[in-house]
């Protein structure tokens, strides 16, 4: 699929990272890591200026080859880089992909989370057909899990050894969500 792909909502607009967003998105993660590091692996103060570039270049080739798609998503109208939303882990067996996220904490509360991932839900089901997306958490992650009700996910259950948290395999919450879940 080409990566001159935008998506829009209301307040957002959604685009394949590229290398212009190198420091935009180190920023936002440093600006956030108190509140990402505890959820996401790779999200620690040791991540570097080269660790974004790699991110971004692997997120380029999860494009070109339709194994990942991953959006930087931006304020509309300040241009701002809020945060990110992503189809991982295709499963053409299954019909299936992963969903992620993670905004900004000064964006939180906002609903900016639920927009996003209102759109690559969106995205997913209709431009690739999938049938199925899951949303995994661990399971203290309240805002993750709120946001994937919010999106009209359905809790289906406790995976054992599900997420990885510095390196400790701890059980995760998986929600599914499928297209009839928001016609």
Request: proline fraction near 4%; hydrophobic fraction near 40%.
């Amino acid at each position: 699929m080409t990566q001159h792909f935008t998506l829009e909502t209301e307040r957002l607009y959604l685009r394949p990272f590229k290398d212009v967003d190198l420091f935009p998105f180190l920023q936002a993660l440093y600006d956030s890591m108190a509140e990402l590091s505890p959820w996401l692996e790779w999200c620690d103060y040791n991540f570097t200026q080269d660790d974004a570039k790699e991110w971004i270049a692997n997120s380029s080739v999860a494009w070109q080859t339709n194994t990942g798609y991953e959006f930087a998503v931006f304020d509309k109208r300040s241009d701002e880089l809020l945060g990110a939303v992503a189809l991982t882990c295709l499963q053409p067996l299954f019909n299936s992909a992963n969903l992620g996220y993670w905004i900004h904490s000064s964006y939180h509360h906002q609903g900016i989370a639920k927009e996003a991932c209102q759109a690559i839900i969106h995205f997913g089901f209709e431009d690739l057909s999938l049938t199925r997306l899951e949303i995994v958490t661990h399971m203290d992650n309240i805002p993750s899990q709120q946001t994937a009700l919010a999106c009209g996910a359905q809790f289906e259950a406790i995976s054992r050894n599900r997420v990885l948290v510095n390196d400790i395999p701890n059980p995760g919450y998986v929600y599914s969500i499928i297209p009839q879940d928001v016609e």
